[in-house]
């Protein structure tokens, strides 16, 4: 089945400093990926739609220029946390739509972001 | 704004017994509602999904009610295992398009 690999699983950072968060669809392409944050105990919250060859689509409130996303190929997408400060600690995920099954997202493990 | 009202916020269930997670929507344009299956740190999992045009489908022990004229659809886990303790998310989309995820709803099944 569809498979999507996020790396890292979890990172500890220092406040200020940026945070690069890959995605990538292994088995799979995918022109879409979406990117989610969720608090603990919370559900997902869309940040972003990742386009391929072009650039995201930002959801209402979330910073685009805090959270920079690039999606230069077809199996590739990555979320840069810049300046980050405490408050961007949380669980970020990605997932992948794989336009060859009905419909199915696949999910990535997600990466526990602290920053300190 | 949640499109998608998920209920109840948490559950136990007795190992053996019917686990029943409910949830509801206003936009009629949706035309996807997946389930998906969370264990703590880890990302959700695909775990039966239903189109419109069907009122139910069963997948193993689990199976999802569609009622269309009532915007309701629900999530039945048959026979419930400790192992299916986790949390239960509803969700929906158009066109195959991004998904509106419901509240949640923890499950947890004694042995």
């Known amino acids: 089945g569809a498979v999507v690999s996020q790396h890292p699983s979890w990172v500890i950072c220092k406040s200020g400093t940026s945070v690069k968060i890959e995605c990538r669809s292994l088995?799979?392409?995918?022109?879409?990926m979406f990117w989610y944050r969720q608090f603990p105990k919370q559900s997902l919250m869309l940040m972003a739609t990742?386009?391929?060859?072009?650039?995201?689509?930002?959801e209402q409130g979330v910073e685009k220029d805090k959270f920079l996303i690039n999606h230069a190929s077809l199996t590739l997408s990555t979320l840069t946390v810049t300046s980050a400060h405490p408050e961007d600690s949380s669980f970020y995920i990605c997932s992948a739509r794989d336009s060859g099954g009905a419909g199915g997202y696949t999910f990535g493990s997600g990466t526990r972001l602290t920053v300190v | 704004q949640q499109q998608v009202k998920q209920s109840p916020q948490s559950l136990i269930v007795q190992k053996g017994g019917i686990s029943i997670i409910n949830c509801a929507y206003e936009?009629?344009?949706?035309?996807?509602f997946p389930w998906y299956q969370q264990f703590p740190g880890k990302g959700p999992a695909l775990l039966i999904a239903i189109r419109p045009d069907v009122s139910e489908k069963k997948e193993g022990r689990f199976t999802i009610s569609f009622n269309k004229s009532a915007k309701q659809f629900s999530l039945h886990i048959m026979d419930s295992q400790p192992g299916d303790s986790a949390t239960y998310f509803c969700a929906a989309s158009i066109n195959d398009y991004k998904l509106s995820f419901g509240a949640g709803t923890t499950v947890t099944v004694r042995a």
């Open positions: 088995d799979f392409q995918a022109t879409t």
């Open positions: 936009n009629t344009a949706f035309d996807y």
């Open positions: 990742s386009n391929e060859g072009s650039k995201a689509t930002y």
